[in-house]
């Protein structure tokens, strides 16, 4: 898809400021100015006197010589009594003046007083005063975007943090992700050692991981370490009813960063803005590619030595519109993914840094029963248990307290709700089936924990697998194995009782989905073949179902995967009930002692497995 460019980069808009509001001052003045030198030299000098001082003057022919003025007369006396011998006085409506300036012989003249100065002031004082209010006004509300517009500003809230008080240091089990922005750390701390050498910095880096990962914490630790100012919004932010509004709000908090340079803008939930581009007839989603339009466009526009760094999360990186990531803009992708068994621990120990904990807690057996955590889940964890500790008053947190928030976390708040007696037998089955096909199969997790307790929404019971160490790869016999054990609640029902319930509908999704992949994906299937089978992007680190689409094959292959997701299940599901058949004796004993307890350890498991005979049907 072609991304178009938006012409007019950031530098075209600083001509459209309004003008500079100093050229009227000057103006208004040197009016001043103009009026306070006229009302001086217009003003009569010399010594007031009143009307009828002058009056009498003039008849005591004392006065030589007047200019009457419209308003003023000014005149000089004849002869010197104390310096100065200039008056004036103001006149007042008088027929006979010119009468009694003959009779005393006093030369006279007309002083004509110019009228211009009010004039033009009665019309410009006006105008001036108005266009005074006017940008007032304007630098009130607008600002360098003026007038209309300029409430995309205000609600927009866009400020730097100046002082952000978090560092690496309050981030773990993200090492990898940490190093590699160190690096950014270290431009924005000297950025001009890096460009002089003619380096190309980053512009741009996108946090890809899962929800709850650390990524805005990240985000945050980069802008704390490097001391630099920080500006976050969310993508949602961007994105309003007008048209209009979001393109602004970019441009805007771009204009805004450069005047803070070195600094970073943060865009959290980019793919709130970023999706992609489509075609639609509707063109309804006018605004979003206007506002991501104007994001392509400020990114490009900026000047790379400014220092600016623009950091956005994501966790769907699969939706964003590929413009996004193209180089010279979100080029540098970081993958914050969840702490693996060393770094959920390190994630504990931040979080329970305020928090008093008996001695005999014991976080590295925390991190290991809560694999598939993300950092904010541990941190919730952590919460959690000392709320509960602090309902039962107790002076410290200690193990139970975690274990039942794990527990929690895991399932859901325990519910009261009845279950009979007929259901409890064939949950029962169905999680002992789990467990024994589990223990029974080579490298599987060890069962930690089978629990018949109704916990949550939909989850009647669970057969907890501790892991004993994090895996990155699977092998086939791995897979098969593990959709083995998820089909081992259905097969003990089945083994069992004779019968099938509804309870296997997740184990069934999920042995599924399993299967899919490794036809489609792995490559693990023998009628298929290495071939890839592209199932559209899927949403790599969020659970939420992507629409179903279908690669490019055809019906025929259509056919052969269905066949042998078909058939990798039946060889998962066979294998599960040979394993319970032959164990059949086992899975009633640990089913009655489930029923017993509700809850049973692994180690209990594992001892009545070792007591077991195997028995052949
Ligand atoms: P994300 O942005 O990836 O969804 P957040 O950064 O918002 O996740 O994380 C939410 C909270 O969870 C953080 O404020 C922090 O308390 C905790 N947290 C998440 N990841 C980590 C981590 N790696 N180390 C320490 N705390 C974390
Ligand atoms: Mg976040
Ligand atoms: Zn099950």
Known sequence: MASPQIPGSSKDKRQLTTPKPTALWWVLGALLLLAIGQAFFMTPGGRQIPYSEFKSLVRGGQVAEVAVGDTHIRGVLKKTESGSNAFSTTRIDDPKLVEDLDQAGVKYSGELVSRWLPEILSWVIPILLIIGLWTFFFRRIG??????????????????????????????????????????????????????????????????????????????????????????????????????????????????????????????????????????????????????????????????????????????????????????????????????????????????????????????????????????????????????????????????????AIDRLIAGLEKKRVINSKEREIIAYHESGHAIVASALEGMDPVHKISIVARGFGALGYTMQLPTEDRYLMQKQDLVNQMTVLLGGRSAEEVALGAISTGAQNDLQRATDLARSMVTEWGMSDKLGLVHFDQGRRARFLDVPMPLERGAYSEDTAQLIDAEVKSLLNQAHNEARRILSEQRDLLERVTRRLLEKEVMEGAELREMIDNAVPQTT
């Open 143 to 404: 600002g360098a975007e003026g007038g209309v517009m300029s409430f995309a500003r205000s609600k927009a809230k866009i400020f730097a943090e100046d002082d952000v008080k978090v560092s690496f240091q309050d981030v773990a089990g993200v090492d990898e992700a940490a190093q590699e922005l160190r690096e950014i750390v270290e431009f924005l701390k000297n950025p001009r050692k890096y460009t002089t050498l003619g380096g190309k910095i980053p512009k741009g880096v996108l946090l890809v991981g899962p929800p709850g990962t650390g990524k805005t914490l990240l985000a945050r630790a980069v802008a704390g370490e490097a001391k630099v100012p920080f500006f976050s919004l969310s993508g949602s932010e961007f994105v309003e009813m007008f048209v209009g509004v979001g393109a602004a709000r970019v441009r805007d908090l771009f204009s805004q960063a450069e005047t803070k340079a070195p600094c970073i803008v943060f865009i959290d939930e980019l793919d709130a803005l970023g999706k992609m581009r489509v075609q639609s007839p509707m063109g309804s989603h006018e605004e979003r590619e206007q506002t991501l339009n104007q994001l392509l466009a400020e990114m490009d526009g900026f000047d790379p030595r400014k220092a600016i760094i623009i950091m956005a999360a994501t966790n769907r990186p699969e939706v964003l519109d590929p413009a996004l990531l193209r180089p010279g803009r979100f080029d540098r992708q970081v993958l914050v993914d969840k702490p693996d068994i060393r770094g959920r621990e390190a994630v504990l120990r931040i979080h329970v840094k305020n928090v008093k904990l008996s001695p005999a807690v014991d976080l590295t057996k925390i991190a290991a029963r809560t694999a598939g955590f993300a950092g904010a889940d541990l941190a919730n964890l952590v919460n959690e248990a000392a709320l509960l500790a602090a309902r039962r008053d107790k002076t410290a947190v200690d193990m139970a307290d975690f274990d039942e």
